[in-house]
């Protein structure tokens, strides 16, 4: 009765969020955390891992993970690019390079020091830290859309969020496979490099080809009358599935050239189109994570966790608190945000989902330290829960500026 009991609590759940979406938005509450507490009871429970009929190994496991992560990231990142504002691109240009190549690799230093606390060493911690390092597209969601977000938070912090955790959860494949490679038997330096090349420009040139031949094709058959209004909403998630596997077939980094091709597809597409597909997309990934955080839930590694000791919560702790805020802090400036709204944008950087799919890679590339995916599930389930409860009240209190205060950009 394990897997009918599955499909019912995971379908209740998830009925029950629908119908409450617009008040869980005021609430500090997300469909994550629902997801992941539901995965924590019923792993508990015995109906998923552990003896229960739907009981897995660790291979099996990470393999579920591992692809399950990758197809919800891609969803995300495909409605990320959706509402990445088409006349803000040169505005959000200087602020962006600087969150992927300053910010970034200082939060995968951060995180990466404070698993050094663990005992690690240091090739592993620095895995550990380039896993932590990209912000989660789906987690941010939840700050940046909905009625509170459009209310209360300048377009700036939200376009800058978007487009932060659309694109650096791609860029973070080259920093996690450097950071392999550096854990794993030493690899030809020079070879690794002209990889790491190829998987990011192969991504955007693969990315803008498929996006732009989306855009062209849409438009071709609406002139034509060949294409319905239903297929017309799905089209970007089956642009996002086709970029993933076309990405993967050419050895590229397809999290970044699913966005690369929601980015191009976008620009040539109209706003009122483009934001009725996002619409759809945004729906999917919303309640597609219930499910995923269920299976992350019932995966967490309790006895790891125990097996390292008291320090390990003061290292979650200290990952959430300093991984990025500083530095975001300190960034004020440069990416034209009051000391207010860097605090707001410095806080919200989730580790989720994105996590979980480098911290699966990471194993499935011959990382089996089992102290490297415990203490990343750990920051995971603690981002899931901290920052879903403070996403909903801290937006809500957050005071939007008027225009003239420079915390918009101009069009």
């Known amino acids: 009765m394990e897997l009918p009991l599955l499909y019912a609590t995971i379908g209740v759940a998830s009925v029950l969020l629908a119908l409450l979406s617009r008040r869980l938005r005021f609430l500090p509450v997300t469909e994550a955390m629902v997801g992941l507490l539901l995965g924590v009871a019923l792993g508990q429970a015995g109906v998923l891992g552990g003896s229960g009929a739907l009981g897995w190994d660790d291979a099996q496991r990470d393999t579920l993970l591992l692809e399950s992560s990758r197809l919800l990231l891609a969803a995300s990142v495909m409605a990320a690019a959706l509402r990445f504002p088409a006349d803000q691109h040169r505005s959000l240009v200087r602020p962006v390079v600087w969150l992927l190549v300053v910010v970034m690799p200082v939060a995968a230093l951060v995180s990466g020091a404070l698993a050094l606390a663990l005992g690690l060493p240091l090739a592993l911690a620095a895995v550990v830290g380039a896993c932590l390092s990209p912000t989660d597209p789906v987690l941010a969601a939840s700050v940046v859309t909905g009625d509170v977000a459009e209310k209360s938070l300048p377009s700036r912090v939200r376009a800058l969020l978007t487009a932060e955790s659309g694109i650096n959860d791609g860029l973070a494949l080259p920093l996690v496979a450097v950071t392999i490679s550096l854990a794993l038997t030493p690899r030809e330096t020079g070879h690794e490099l002209l990889l790491l090349t190829w998987e990011v420009l192969g991504a955007v ?16 058959a609406t002139r034509e009358h060949d294409l319905d209004s239903g297929p017309t909403l799905m089209l970007t998630l089956l642009l996002a599935l086709a970029t993933l596997g076309v990405a993967q077939l050419a050895g590229t980094d397809d999290v970044l050239a699913v966005f690369v091709a929601g980015v191009a ?21 919303r309640y597609a994570v219930v499910p995923f955080f269920v299976l992350v839930g019932a995966a967490l590694p309790w006895a790891d966790w125990a097996a390292l000791g008291p320090v390990v919560v003061l290292v979650t702790v200290g990952v959430l ?91």
């Open 265 to 285: 597809y976008g620009a040539r597409t109209d706003r009122t189109i483009r934001e009725e597909q996002d619409m759809i997309d945004e729906a999917v990934n």
């Open 321 to 411: 608190l300093v991984r990025r805020l500083p530095a975001v802090l300190l960034s004020a400036p440069v990416l034209g945000l009051t000391r207010r709204d860097a605090a707001f944008a410095g806080w919200f950087g989730p580790m989720g989902v994105s996590a979980v799919f480098y911290l699966t890679y990471a194993r499935d590339q011959g990382v089996t330290d089992p102290r490297v995916f415990a203490l990343g599930m750990l920051a995971v389930a603690a981002s899931t829960v901290v920052h879903g409860m403070t996403a909903a009240p801290l937006a809500r209190i957050h005071p939007r500026p008027a225009s003239s205060s420079g915390s918009d950009p101009a069009p």
């Open 205 to 220: 040139a693969i990315g803008v080809v498929l996006g732009l031949a989306a855009a062209a094709g849409r438009r071709i």
